[in-house]
């Protein structure tokens, strides 16, 4: 079976590298259109510069970037509150928020009940 070609809204990869980022924000959804056509924020200036020259493992903490076509397959390492989380980025991510795919929270797993719980609470099974 052959592998399925990627398209954004009917557009190949190719087609989206060649477009403009008006062009290509008028195939967003309306908040992330006014985003790019507002034009890069300062950090994401500077994000942008150092992943042009270093390539990849950019640290960052910018977390609001909308993932554009021309950082398909670089590995961006973003910030979740106490480490930072190497991404690859896929063309499949094209106009998601780069923090979609890196969770900020850990999930909570409960325990034994502690000091000062209710007498109510000391009645769960234990494993």
């Known amino acids: 079976m052959a592998k399925k070609e990627f398209t954004f809204r009917g557009k190949s990869l190719e087609e989206l590298k060649k477009m403009g980022r008006e062009e290509f924000a008028q195939l967003l959804t309306s908040r992330k259109r006014r985003t790019l056509l507002r ?76 000091v000062g719980a209710t007498k109510s609470s000391s009645n769960v099974s234990v494993k």
Not at 40 to 59: A, C, G, S, T
Not at 75 to 89: A, M, S, Y
Not at 94 to 112: D, L, P, T
């Open 39 to 114: 034009g890069p924020r300062e950090e994401h200036k500077r994000f942008m510069e150092k992943l042009n020259k270093k390539q990849d493992n950019v640290k960052t903490h910018c977390r609001d970037m909308i993932i554009t076509p021309e950082l398909v397959g670089k590995t961006v390492k973003l910030h979740r509150g106490k480490e930072f989380d190497p991404i690859t980025i896929q063309p499949e991510m094209i106009g998601h928020y780069i923090s979609e795919f890196s969770f900020s929270k850990k999930r909570v797993a409960h325990s034994n009940p502690g």
